[in-house]
Protein backbone atom coordinates (compact mmCIF):
# COMPACT_ATOMS: atom_id res chain seq x y z
CA UNK A 1 0.00 0.00 0.00
CA UNK A 2 1.56 3.36 -1.08
CA UNK A 3 1.08 6.43 1.42
CA UNK A 4 1.67 9.14 -0.52
CA UNK A 5 -1.07 11.61 -0.77
CA UNK A 6 -3.52 11.30 -4.08
CA UNK A 7 -2.41 14.90 -4.76
CA UNK A 8 0.89 14.25 -5.32
CA UNK A 9 2.75 14.33 -8.21
CA UNK A 10 6.03 12.29 -8.37
CA UNK A 11 8.07 15.89 -7.75
CA UNK A 12 6.71 16.82 -4.90
CA UNK A 13 8.52 15.88 -1.28
CA UNK A 14 7.49 15.59 1.87
CA UNK A 15 8.45 18.54 3.96
CA UNK A 16 8.05 20.00 7.28
CA UNK A 17 6.45 23.36 8.68
CA UNK A 18 8.17 23.49 12.32
CA UNK A 19 6.73 26.80 14.11
CA UNK A 20 9.75 28.86 15.59
CA UNK A 21 9.37 32.29 17.67
CA UNK A 22 8.13 35.03 14.70
CA UNK A 23 8.85 32.74 11.67
CA UNK A 24 8.87 29.64 10.66
CA UNK A 25 11.09 26.67 9.42
CA UNK A 26 10.20 24.50 5.91
CA UNK A 27 12.43 21.58 6.33
CA UNK A 28 12.63 17.78 4.13
CA UNK A 29 10.69 15.49 6.11
CA UNK A 30 13.85 13.37 6.15
CA UNK A 31 16.18 15.75 8.03
CA UNK A 32 13.78 14.97 11.26
CA UNK A 33 14.51 11.69 13.55
CA UNK A 34 11.73 12.41 16.14
CA UNK A 35 9.77 15.26 17.71
CA UNK A 36 9.59 14.73 21.42
CA UNK A 37 8.01 17.22 24.30
CA UNK A 38 9.75 19.87 25.84
CA UNK A 39 11.99 18.81 28.90
CA UNK A 40 14.31 21.14 30.48
CA UNK A 41 17.90 20.64 28.94
CA UNK A 42 21.04 20.11 30.82
CA UNK A 43 22.54 23.70 30.90
CA UNK A 44 26.15 23.73 29.03
CA UNK A 45 28.07 27.01 31.03
CA UNK A 46 29.85 29.57 28.51
CA UNK A 47 27.17 28.64 25.72
CA UNK A 48 25.64 31.63 23.98
CA UNK A 49 22.13 32.25 24.86
CA UNK A 50 20.77 30.42 21.62
CA UNK A 51 22.43 27.17 22.56
CA UNK A 52 19.79 26.00 25.78
CA UNK A 53 21.72 23.06 26.82
CA UNK A 54 21.82 19.33 25.69
CA UNK A 55 18.58 17.44 25.96
CA UNK A 56 18.58 13.67 26.29
CA UNK A 57 17.08 11.58 23.62
CA UNK A 58 17.87 7.35 22.72
CA UNK A 59 21.03 7.55 24.98
CA UNK A 60 23.02 10.85 22.90
CA UNK A 61 23.36 14.02 24.73
CA UNK A 62 21.45 16.51 21.62
CA UNK A 63 22.36 20.04 21.59
CA UNK A 64 19.15 21.71 21.90
CA UNK A 65 19.05 24.73 20.17
CA UNK A 66 16.83 27.95 19.63
CA UNK A 67 17.06 28.92 16.35
CA UNK A 68 15.03 32.20 16.62
CA UNK A 69 18.07 33.36 18.78
CA UNK A 70 20.66 31.98 16.63
CA UNK A 71 19.47 33.78 13.42
CA UNK A 72 18.57 37.21 14.98
CA UNK A 73 14.66 36.35 15.25
CA UNK A 74 13.68 37.35 18.39
CA UNK A 75 15.41 37.15 21.86
CA UNK A 76 13.25 36.06 23.74
CA UNK A 77 12.87 32.24 22.66
CA UNK A 78 12.14 29.80 24.87
CA UNK A 79 10.64 26.45 26.03
CA UNK A 80 7.43 26.07 28.02
CA UNK A 81 4.05 24.31 28.15
CA UNK A 82 3.32 23.19 24.16
CA UNK A 83 6.68 23.50 23.11
CA UNK A 84 8.50 20.40 21.02
CA UNK A 85 11.91 19.67 20.33
CA UNK A 86 12.15 18.17 16.55
CA UNK A 87 15.50 15.99 17.00
CA UNK A 88 17.73 16.42 13.50
CA UNK A 89 19.86 14.87 11.54
CA UNK A 90 23.38 16.29 11.90
CA UNK A 91 24.17 16.81 8.00
CA UNK A 92 28.06 17.37 8.48
CA UNK A 93 30.18 14.55 8.28
CA UNK A 94 32.78 15.98 10.45
CA UNK A 95 30.37 16.63 13.04
CA UNK A 96 31.09 14.95 16.37
CA UNK A 97 27.44 15.15 17.32
CA UNK A 98 25.29 13.09 15.11
CA UNK A 99 22.46 15.07 15.52
CA UNK A 100 20.98 17.89 17.40
CA UNK A 101 17.82 19.51 18.30
CA UNK A 102 15.70 22.42 17.40
CA UNK A 103 13.08 24.27 19.72
CA UNK A 104 9.64 24.44 18.62
CA UNK A 105 6.44 25.61 18.82
CA UNK A 106 3.57 23.43 18.61
CA UNK A 107 3.57 20.14 17.08
CA UNK A 108 5.37 20.36 13.18
CA UNK A 109 3.12 19.89 10.30
CA UNK A 110 3.42 17.83 7.48
CA UNK A 111 3.27 19.21 4.03
CA UNK A 112 3.74 18.55 0.44
CA UNK A 113 6.55 20.26 -1.33
CA UNK A 114 6.16 20.96 -5.33
CA UNK A 115 7.31 23.37 -8.31
CA UNK A 116 3.96 24.49 -8.20
CA UNK A 117 3.39 25.28 -4.43
CA UNK A 118 6.92 27.00 -3.31
CA UNK A 119 8.03 30.80 -4.10
CA UNK A 120 11.25 31.32 -3.44
CA UNK A 121 11.39 35.52 -2.35
CA UNK A 122 14.61 36.59 -4.64
CA UNK A 123 14.21 39.71 -2.37
CA UNK A 124 17.39 41.88 -2.18
CA UNK A 125 17.92 41.52 1.57
CA UNK A 126 20.19 39.77 4.13
CA UNK A 127 19.39 36.77 5.20
CA UNK A 128 19.41 35.64 9.10
CA UNK A 129 22.10 33.91 10.33
CA UNK A 130 21.89 30.06 9.42
CA UNK A 131 19.14 30.92 6.72
CA UNK A 132 19.13 29.44 3.36
CA UNK A 133 16.17 31.11 1.71
CA UNK A 134 13.11 32.81 2.41
CA UNK A 135 9.81 31.33 0.82
CA UNK A 136 6.14 30.92 0.52
CA UNK A 137 4.75 27.91 0.68
CA UNK A 138 0.97 28.06 -0.55
CA UNK A 139 -0.21 30.78 1.85
CA UNK A 140 2.80 29.89 4.57
CA UNK A 141 5.64 32.40 4.78
CA UNK A 142 8.66 29.82 5.76
CA UNK A 143 12.68 30.45 6.12
CA UNK A 144 14.71 27.23 4.87
CA UNK A 145 17.96 27.12 7.39
CA UNK A 146 20.97 25.92 6.73
CA UNK A 147 21.32 23.09 8.54
CA UNK A 148 25.18 22.43 8.03
CA UNK A 149 25.74 26.28 9.42
CA UNK A 150 23.54 25.70 12.41
CA UNK A 151 25.75 22.60 12.81
CA UNK A 152 29.29 24.61 12.31
CA UNK A 153 27.57 27.39 14.59
CA UNK A 154 27.00 24.61 17.36
CA UNK A 155 30.24 22.70 17.05
CA UNK A 156 32.24 26.41 17.04
CA UNK A 157 30.14 27.16 20.60
CA UNK A 158 30.46 23.83 22.14
CA UNK A 159 34.00 23.97 21.68
CA UNK A 160 34.38 27.18 23.19
CA UNK A 161 32.38 26.15 26.22
CA UNK A 162 34.13 23.35 26.42
Given amino acids: ?14 GVLIQIDGARLLLPNTTISEVLSYADPEPVEGAPAWLLGRTRWRGWEVPLVAFSRAAGLSSSERGGLGSKVAVLKNLRTDGRFPYFALLTQGFPRLVNVSADTLLVDAGDGELPTAVHARVRL ?18 DALNVAA
Avoid at 1 to 14: G, L
Wanted: proline fraction near 9%; charge should be negative.
Fill in 1 to 14: MNDVPADATPHDIR
Fill in 138 to 155: NQDEALIPDLEAMAALIE
